[in-house]
């Protein structure tokens, strides 16, 4: 079973800033946040991983609680091709024997 | 970089018949994943290689399903006496491991409908 919960969907404008939460309450103090999109079709796509810090790179920001029990993932500015499901996964250490495990996701839509 | 590639992208089969999907990851992962994913729900891992090594087997991974990557390079996954419930997307992810994370990388998937 996933170890996360997201709302089930939200929706922003284009150009605006787009967070998107999710609650990890029984993390594990070697399990990192992992964050994939997948667009309709398309197979899931890495977006960002984090432990405890605040990361970013070119596609997002992804903001993790003190206590590490939820996060935040940032698109900075949403375009129509950021309309896709967001899945936020725990997962131990990268490199570790270890598969996803996906939840349902957080359907973004990024209205005109 | 080519990507992770998956053929067919779509099969269409009947109840009964045996299908095989193949998945070439990219060229230097060591790791290759084979998931499955239905309407409305998240991808659910199925099995996982390192290398040849066929190292786990998900439950959902039932008898009619055998999965190989015999030179460690590109993996098939068989399913045989196919059954309605066996329509779905079929994915293939690749990492490199041990490796600083940029996570697994996927396939286009193969879309898999059983009449």
């Known amino acids: 079973d996933a170890k996360t919960t997201q709302p089930p969907s939200m929706d922003c404008a284009e150009g605006r800033a787009a967070n998107l939460p999710c609650n990890h309450s029984?993390?594990?103090?070697?399990?990192?946040v992992y964050w994939y999109r997948q667009i309709h079709s398309q197979g899931p796509q890495y977006i960002i991983h984090?432990?405890?810090n605040n990361e970013t790179n070119e596609m997002a920001s992804l903001i993790i609680t003190e206590d590490r029990k939820s996060s935040t993932l940032i698109l900075p500015h949403a375009t129509l091709r950021d309309t896709a499901v967001y899945y936020c996964?725990?997962?131990?250490?990268?490199?570790?024997?270890?598969?996803?495990?996906f939840g349902k996701g957080i359907t973004l839509s990024v209205r005109p | 970089d080519t990507g992770v590639s998956q053929d067919p992208r779509h099969k269409i089969t009947k109840r009964g018949q045996n299908v095989t999907f193949r998945c070439d990851p990219i060229?230097?992962?060591?790791?290759l994943y084979w998931y499955r994913q239905t309407l409305g729900q998240g991808p659910e891992f199925l099995t996982y290689?390192?290398?040849?090594?066929?190292?786990?087997k998900s439950r959902l991974l039932s008898d009619r399903f055998s999965a190989e990557r015999p030179k460690g390079s590109f993996s098939t996954l068989e399913i045989q006496r196919t059954e309605q419930g066996d329509s779905a997307m079929y994915l293939c992810?690749?990492?490199?491991?041990?490796?600083?994370?940029?996570?697994?990388?996927f396939g286009p998937g193969t879309r898999l409908t059983v009449t």
């Open positions: 992810a690749s990492s490199l491991a041990p490796s600083v994370g940029l996570g697994e990388y």
């Open positions: 029984t993390i594990s103090g070697n399990e990192y």
């Open positions: 984090g432990l405890k």
């Open positions: 996964i725990v997962n131990i250490s990268p490199g570790a024997n270890s598969k996803l495990t």
């Open positions: 060229s230097e992962h060591n790791r």
């Open positions: 290689f390192q290398n040849e090594a066929q190292l786990e």
